[in-house]
């Protein structure tokens, strides 16, 4: 299956998002959604598994969870906004990962796109960076992967000016 994986829009959406995340069988946001319009768009494409960030109020907070655990395409995925980085993880979620184990962890927040296998619990950890507008990034990032049988192949960053 076919994933495009974004976070920190922070209520931004474009056409540039848009055109990036056609195709895909599923589209994931990790979080700062900003608005409900952002998901209502990228429903119009794929559906979408989402979970709120810190940024994030009622209405969204009433639609996606805080963290969202599920298997697709054989992998089990643990996705939330704020988990922090290897090997300094949020409060909490260090312990839980090593219980848990999920093939692929994901989180946003951050705003610094990062992929990274982490022996410690077995898993590949990633984070989209911002697809968003908001923030001190310089430039706009997402990833797009395959996922088949548990494993994750032709991964690929897309890069693109922050500006409009």
């Known amino acids: 299956m076919n994933i495009a994986l974004l976070s920190d829009t922070h209520g931004h959406m474009d056409e540039r998002i848009l055109q990036h995340v056609e195709g895909c069988e599923e589209i994931w946001h990790a979080g700062d959604i900003g608005t409900l319009q952002v998901t209502d768009a990228l429903k119009s494409v794929a559906p979408v598994r989402a979970v709120f960030g810190n940024i994030d109020g009622q209405s969204i907070r009433a639609e996606w969870p805080e963290h969202a655990k599920f298997t697709a395409g054989g992998a089990r995925v643990w996705m939330t906004h704020i988990g922090g980085r290897p090997p300094k993880y949020a409060k909490g979620i260090l312990s839980q ?47 797009k992967f395959t996922l088949s049988k548990g494993h994750i192949s032709d991964m690929r960053v897309i890069e693109w000016e922050r500006k409009l």
């Open 97 to 143: 990962l090593s219980l848990v184990r999920p093939d692929l962890f994901i989180c946003g927040h951050s705003h610094i796109l990062l992929v990274k296998a982490v022996p410690n619990w077995g898993g590949l950890h990633l984070n989209p960076g911002a697809a968003g507008i908001s923030g001190f990034h310089k430039v706009r990032t997402m990833l």
